[in-house]
């Protein structure tokens, strides 16, 4: 039987969210999607999956990023991997998904972290 609700957390750990700014450019960006800092622009945007740890905050909400915006985050909380909208990587002509170790490490080194259901 299906859960009627989606269950967003997988741990114990107390989740706080935080406002930052969004740079443009991006359209609309989905919930629970990671992001990353722009670091020659100083904003945030949709985490590229390219390497661990890179990923910092979680989009709380759907968020329109077709111009810069300021938005909501989670910056602390242990999320239910599965939930997680996460990105493909692309190289060259392969489109690849995350594997489940990638997913573990994305948020290595902030407040946020990944996990199966148990």
């Known amino acids: 039987m299906e859960t ?5 957390l997988s741990g114990t750990q107390q989740v706080a969210t935080t406002m930052v700014a969004i740079a443009g450019g991006q359209g609309e960006i989905p919930a629970y999607t990671p992001l ?3 670091a020659a622009q100083g904003l945030f945007k949709v985490w590229d999956g390219a390497a661990s740890g890179d990923a910092v905050y979680l989009t709380a909400s759907a ?3 077709t111009d810069e915006v300021n938005a909501q985050v ?3 909380g242990t999320f239910n991997i599965d939930v ?6 692309t190289s060259e ?3 690849t ?3 489940q170790a990638q997913k573990l490490a994305a948020f290595a080194g902030s407040a ?3 996990q199966p259901l148990i």
């Open 93 to 95: 002509d392969t489109t």
């Open 97 to 99: 998904e995350l594997t």
């Open 4 to 8: 009627p609700y989606l269950q967003l």
């Open 74 to 76: 989670y910056k602390c």
């Open 84 to 89: 997680i909208n996460w990105p493909t990587v």
């Open 36 to 38: 990353m800092v722009d």
């Open 112 to 114: 946020l972290s990944a």
């Open 63 to 65: 968020i329109d990023a």
